[in-house]
C-alpha cells in the first residue's frame, strides 16, 4: 500500500466525533501505537495527524477517518484549542508535512484496525472497513459544506414577482390546485 487508506467506522454507540477520538482510539492507544498523540486528560492533541468527518446521521452513525496531517486549508478552518497549556508546535500544525516515519506510523494504525479482529465498544460492534475508492475525508466535507440550505438560497435564483392579469387583480395560479378549492372560488 503506497497511500494510507481512508477508514469506514460504523458503530451504534459512537454518536460524534468526541466519542471516536477522545474515547475509541483513545481505548486502542497501546495496540495503535498512538499514545504520544494524546494529553494527559486523555484528549487528542491538536497537533496529531488524524483527520475525521461525520458522515452521516443514521441509526448507525458512520465516520470516515483518515492518519494524515491536515491540509493548510483544514487547519486555517480548525477551532483555537481550548487549552492553554498547547505548546507553539502543537498550534501552529505540521500544515501537510509529512516524514516518511509519521507516514509508515498513519500506515500501520489503519493496519491495525483494519486487521480483522472484531472491536467492541460499550458492547455494540464496531464495522471498520477500507472506504470505497474516491471517497475521503476533504471531498466529504467539501460535499457537507455545499449542501448547506444557506447555500443553496444563494445560488439559486429568484422568480420575478407575480405579474397581476387584466381581469380581477389577482396573481395567476402556478401551483396545484385541488378540485375543491376550484369550485369554491367559482361560486
Known amino acids: 500500500m503506497s497511500t494510507v487508506p481512508t477508514l469506514f467506522i460504523r458503530c ?8 471516536l ?8 492507544r497501546a495496540e495503535l501505537g498512538i499514545a504520544e498523540w494524546f494529553t494527559e486528560d486523555s484528549v487528542l492533541r491538536s497537533d496529531a495527524p488524524v483527520e475525521v468527518v461525520y458522515a452521516a446521521t443514521s441509526r448507525k452513525p458512520y465516520f470516515l477517518v483518515e492518519f494524515r496531517p491536515p491540509t493548510p486549508e483544514e487547519w486555517r478552518r480548525r477551532k483555537p484549542p481550548l487549552s492553554n497549556a498547547l505548546t507553539s508546535s502543537e498550534t501552529q500544525g505540521d500544515c501537510g508535512e509529512f516524514s516518511s516515519e509519521k507516514k509508515e506510523l498513519a500506515r500501520r494504525c489503519a493496519d491495525r484496525l483494519l486487521d480483522g479482529s472484531p472491536r467492541v465498544f460499550n458492547g455494540h ?3 471498520i ?6 471517497i475521503t475525508v476533504a471531498t466529504t466535507r467539501v460535499k457537507r459544506e455545499g449542501g448547506g440550505g444557506g ?3 444563494e445560488n439559486s435564483t429568484r422568480s420575478p414577482p407575480h405579474e397581476l392579469n387584466e381581469k380581477g387583480g389577482k396573481p395567476t395560479p402556478i401551483s396545484f390546485t385541488p378540485r375543491a378549492v376550484k369550485k369554491r372560488r367559482a361560486e
Not at 451504534?12 to 466519542?19: E, F, L, Q, Y
Not at 472497513?129 to 474516491?134: D, K, V
Open 21 to 28: 477520538v477522545n474515547r475509541f482510539l483513545f481505548d486502542l
Open 125 to 127: 460492534p464496531v464495522v
Open 129 to 134: 472497513s477500507t472506504a470505497a475508492p474516491g
Open 151 to 153: 447555500r443553496r438560497g
Open 12 to 19: 451504534p454507540a459512537i454518536p460524534s466525533r468526541h466519542v
